[in-house]
């Protein structure tokens, strides 16, 4: 299956994917239960419109060509215990603030995109987890199943899919409100400071900012006497990893007026880098949505299975239609990435290419001591994350393409997870505040330092 190379001339359907191979997908102990929970969120209204999705593949296309810059942050996972207005409007917060910065720096428009209002599944290394002579199902996200190492916890349950569409239609409603009641207006950037913005070392480069933006818009305000409408407001779109093949399928619908499927769960879904394979089931519901759509590139994905992939996915060669988000380590980015770049520039597909800095530098460590020495604990450096950046600038630079864009694990919150950053965490200072159930993110001054570098990067090199 799926080796041939026209790929467009089979007929596709959003079940079609179910005589692939599908990786990852969730063991129901009762199949017709799963099969019911399908129907009953396909009668649900979708969560994202056609022309929401339309507008973010024109700003893509946009970010293809350089004249925009892609920023596409949140949690590793969303959890349905903190589907709350605090921790919402703060990661809404820091990206605000980060676009702020990287309009500042780069002159280009900011596209933002939250990893959320649906990143809900996680893809697991092993299947299973053996703690203490026990062995039960891995923890596949809230979607799935549940965090507690008990089998009523662990096994598969189908109404997850009804409470994570119905979490992320809250989150989104939130969101909208937030949006149309001003929260994004660029007169008022007061609104998105966070508590402990002002303790911070990065507090008074980022107020400059703030003040050199603030009187840019009076100033342009008074040339035009009136208010720039354009900026009052700006959007965010979503994006999750589509990994549970059966709750993307059950929001892939046809709409009047236009041509094709759009999988209505969210602007923009992207293929894991373990379920990007020649036979999988993900590429082929993904092949016929129409959605923009990103595709994990790692150190392993060979040349030529990359122009597979874009001929499959984007036979018509679409700009806006496929983002490749580079994810391979500091370590490994220059050995994979040159390679990969040539291929695709070979196979005359335009993408946007997007760096990933944070899947490719996660690490095990052994704080000496604190609370958790002696324990094992994931973490990921700062300057590992920012090598990677670095050296996805440069290598693009020499290649003639751009980087049009950044992909971060990060939360509003003043958690400990990843080490390094202006304030110089380091293992011992992790076990303060570390509450990622799964990979560590930057923290709040952490993420808003990431965009001054990147800002200052593009600035410099313009
Ligand atoms: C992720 O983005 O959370 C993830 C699992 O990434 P990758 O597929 O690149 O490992
Ligand atoms: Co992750």
Known sequence: MGSDADASARPWSPASWRSFRAEQQPDYPDAAAAESVLRQISKLPPLVTSGEIEALRGQLAEAARGERF????????ESFDECDSAHIASVLKILLQMSLVLVHGTRRRIIRVGRFAGQYAKPRTSPIETRDGSTLPAYRGDIVNRIGFTPAERTPDPTNLLRGYERSALTLNFIRALVDGGFADLHHPEYWDLDFVR??????????????????????????????????????????????LLYEQAQTRQVPR???????????????????????????????????????????????????????????????????????????????????????????????????????????????????????????????????????????RQAGTVLGGVHLELTGENVTECVGGARGLSEVDLSRSYRSQVDPRLNYEQALEMAMLIARRMSSRD
């Open 199 to 244: 303790h911070s070392p990065l507090a008074q480069d980022y107020r400059r900012i703030v003040d050199s933006i603030g009187s840019s818009i009076r100033f342009l305000e008074a040339l035009a006497g009136q208010e720039i409408a354009q900026i009052n407001r700006d959007d965010f779109y979503t994006s999750h990893e589509g990994l549970i």
């Open 258 to 396: 236009r041509e094709g499927w759009y999988d209505l769960s969210t602007h923009f879904p992207w293929i894991g880098v373990r379920t990007a394979t020649r036979d999988s089931a993900h590429v082929e519901y993904f092949r016929g949505i129409v959605n923009p759509i990103g595709v994990k590139v790692g150190p392993d994905t060979a040349p030529e299975h990359l122009v597979w992939l874009l001929e499959t996915l984007d036979p018509k060669r679409e700009v806006g239609r496929i983002t490749l988000i580079h994810r391979h380590g500091a370590h490994r980015i220059a050995k994979a990435l040159p390679a990969q770049i040539e291929a695709v520039k070979r196979s005359g597909h335009t993408v946007v290419w997007s760096c990933d800095p944070m899947h490719g530098n996660t690490e095990s460590v052994v704080p000496s001591e604190g609370p958790w020495a002696g324990k094992t604990v994931k973490t990921r450096k700062f300057a590992h994350i920012l090598a990677e950046l670095e050296q996805a600038f440069e290598i693009h």
């Open 70 to 77: 892609l920023l596409q942050g949140g949690d590793c996972a």
